[in-house]
């Protein structure tokens, strides 16, 4: 089961590399630049080159219990090749270079790389798994505009808050609500 999701996840994020694109020309009526979107899925190059944060993308390196890229690439022949993104700046810089196909980015860094017109919508229908993502994490306004998909989400994640008790206290008895964006 486990290793099942790792290939949803890999081939979410192999699908996903189709969002990369040249030049943007033009924009549409929402500001985002207008790239060129895949229609259909080509031949493979051999090697697949992403930008993730820490634990996202295992080979083993880290943990030899936790290996789903070797399988990966036996049974698909795709190499993975890995950056690890420290910041969602990071990220960003990274994919603006050209060099990487596909970045686990988070939501504020995905509207970044859809404005800059750094990456082209994704075509949902080439990923055979999309349908099993949770309806409710699709077309939100961190990974769609205007309800065309820039990515593929996989998760939530917590927003954490940390505060410096000596400047903020509050009174006893009262719950620290953080609100934030689920992505």
Same mark, same amino acid.
């Given at each position: $089961?486990? &290793? =099942?999701?790792m ?5 979410a994020?192999?699908a996903?590399?189709? $969002? ?8 549409t009526?929402?500001? !985002?630049?207008?790239?060129?979107? $895949?229609? &259909? ?9 992403? @930008?993730?944060?820490? /634990? ?19 049974e698909?022949?795709? &190499?993975?090749?890995? #950056? ?7 990220? !960003?810089?990274?994919?603006? =270079? ?5 970045v686990?980015?988070? /939501?504020?860094?995905s509207?970044?790389? !859809?404005?800059? /017109?750094?990456?082209?919508? @994704? ?23 205007d309800g ?20 903020? #206290?509050?009174?006893?008895?009262? /719950?620290? @609500? ?6």
């Open positions: $089961m486990r &290793k =099942s999701r290939y949803t996840a890999l081939a994020a192999s996903a590399a189709l $969002m990369l694109s040249g030049c943007a020309s033009g924009a009526d929402s500001g !985002v630049p207008a790239v060129p979107m $895949m229609e &259909k899925l080509g031949a493979g190059e051999g090697q697949v080159n992403v @930008v993730a944060w820490a /634990g996202y993308v295992e080979d083993g390196s880290t943990d030899p219990a936790v290996d789903w890229v070797t399988d990966f690439t036996k698909t022949g795709c &190499k993975v090749n890995v #950056k690890v993104g420290a910041t969602s700046d990071e990220m !960003v810089q990274l994919m603006q =270079s050209g060099e990487y196909d596909v686990s980015a988070s /939501g504020d860094a509207l970044r790389l !859809v404005y800059g /017109g750094d990456v082209a919508p @994704v075509i949902t229908a080439l990923i055979p798994n999309y349908a099993d993502v949770y309806e409710n994490l699709k077309n939100q306004q961190w990974n769609s505009i065309v998909s820039y990515g593929v989400p996989h998760g939530r994640g917590a927003n954490l808050l940390a505060y410096n008790t000596d400047k903020f #206290k509050p009174a006893a008895g009262d /719950g620290l @609500v953080v609100i934030g964006d689920l992505n």
